[in-house]
């Protein structure tokens, strides 16, 4: 294989044109399922080969406790540089794994903390007495619904049709589970920081999908956007208490922005006859067949090494 061993480790940086035109030129739905997916994917085939690389490489020191064959001359060829490549990966690894780990306490301690503060509140609006402008959606768990959680200093800036707005708002966070998503891109970027641009775009897809879902609901897409003008400006500056992963903000002009203008078409995904997206396709193709080259790549250094292990 050569140095095409090491392509899953560089082939995400080919899905940053397909994140900017799902970002710009799909149904904000259609964008934050699709790049998720292919932040997925190319997450899982990355963290794979760096495991691999580790075992090929440390498979050639000595005194490991790893199968003799792995360090044959044609495990040995499969990765070039093996022993430097193989130390370089055991660190790497490391930090990949911690990070992922950190991500998901993080998100699990705050997560119950949120909980513990609306608990013994059976409504699904939870409205708490705090000098501090805020809303989220806290998704619900072991067969309990989501809630809508906003502060009575947020409620306070905001006039009766942009309460509504607010609310929609959040609760198409929780009907579409936009959570999962955001958490799934952040520990997609942690394996491998060349995903973090997909990450910055599925925050922004994932605003508007809420946005988009809102306006529809109250049927005014100017309130929509000037509830989100609003709240954004009252929660500069305020401190940040809205859960990890479960709703950011994102950029709010160019949020605000996008209802100002007619809704985006409901298709999931644009005609290859037009120039969008013909350039849309193109970029997903390159995205698939990078997806495809990981995994490739990650299953014949897998049979590699089975080859080379003795019954």
């Not at 911690?98 to 609006?125: F, I, K, M, Q």
């Not at 997806?291 to 014949?300: G, R």
């Amino acid at each position: 294989m050569g140095v095409f061993v090491f392509l899953p480790l560089v082939l995400p940086l080919t899905a940053w044109p397909v994140a900017r035109l799902a970002e710009q030129r799909l149904h904000p739905r259609t964008a934050t399922v699709l790049l998720s997916v292919v932040a997925g994917v190319l997450a899982v085939c990355s963290m794979v080969c760096l495991a691999l690389l580790m075992v090929v490489g440390t498979a050639q020191l000595p005194g490991n406790p790893l199968p003799d064959g792995w360090s044959d001359e044609e495990v040995r060829e499969a990765v070039p540089y093996d022993e430097v490549a193989g130390l370089l990966a055991i660190p790497a690894l490391g930090a990949v794994v911690a990070a992922c780990c950190r991500t998901l306490w993080v998100h699990l301690r705050v997560r119950r903390r949120a909980e513990r503060a609306v608990a013994g509140l059976p409504t699904s609006v939870v409205v708490l007495p705090d000098a501090g402008p805020y809303a989220y959606a806290l998704p619900g768990r072991r067969g309990r619904a989501g809630r809508v959680v906003v502060s009575t200093s947020m409620l306070s800036c905001l006039e009766s049709a942009e309460r509504r707005a607010l609310f929609a708002h959040e609760r198409a966070h929780l009907a579409g589970r936009h959570h999962r998503f955001l958490l799934a891109v952040q520990l997609a970027a942690r394996a491998n920081p060349f995903l973090r641009p997909l990450r910055t775009a599925v925050i922004f897809t994932a605003e508007r999908w809420a946005d988009e879902e809102a306006a529809s609901t109250i049927g005014s897409r100017w309130v929509t956007a000037r509830a989100i003008g609003k709240a954004a400006l009252v929660s500069q500056g305020a401190p940040a208490v809205t859960p990890a992963h479960f709703a950011q903000a994102g950029p709010v002009p160019r949020r605000v922005g996008a209802l100002l203008e007619p809704a985006p078409a409901v298709r999931r995904w644009p005609s290859v006859f037009t120039a969008v997206g013909l350039a849309a396709w193109t970029a997903a193709a390159g995205t698939t067949l990078s997806a495809l080259s990981s995994a490739n790549a990650t299953v014949t250094l897998f049979f590699v090494l089975k080859a080379a292990t003795p019954l």
